[in-house]
């Protein structure tokens, strides 16, 4: 069982950062693939980025080249850094865990955060 807890939303203005960060419970989080996935009013949601147990990394390409994903496994941590953000990238921003890797909408995740809210204003 993996608890994530996220944090680190808010409003930003456009071409601002922001850095996510989401806290996994558990003695058994450097095992799981972990990702971001985010959620836009109206929007079904849609993957962001995954990074292995090993630390090999997907993006989708809407975000490629702005944002890029961490993990720390020795504080239990996987980490968003958000750059050159725009205001279609608001929306509500979910970690997740995998056993299995994979990424895009078909990638099979076991836990989910509750979720952090992102505004960017124009």
């Known amino acids: 069982q993996v608890q994530l807890v996220e944090s680190g939303g808010g409003l930003v203005q456009a071409g601002g950062s922001l850095r996510l960060s989401c806290a996994g419970s558990?003695?058994?989080?450097?095992?799981?693939?972990m990702g971001w996935f985010r959620q836009a009013p109206g929007r079904e949601r849609e993957f962001v980025a995954a990074?292995?147990?090993?630390?090999?990394?997907k993006y989708a390409d809407s975000v490629k080249g702005r944002f890029t994903i961490s993990r720390d496994n020795a504080k239990n941590t996987v980490y968003l850094q958000m750059n050159s953000l725009k205001p279609e990238d608001t929306a509500v921003y979910y970690c997740?865990?995998?056993?299995?890797w994979g990424y895009g909408s078909t990638w099979q995740v076991d836990y989910w955060g509750q979720g952090t809210q992102v505004t960017v204003s124009s």
């Open positions: 997740a865990a995998s056993p299995f």
């Open positions: 558990g003695r058994t989080f450097s095992s799981y693939a």
């Open positions: 990074i292995s147990r090993s630390g090999g990394k």
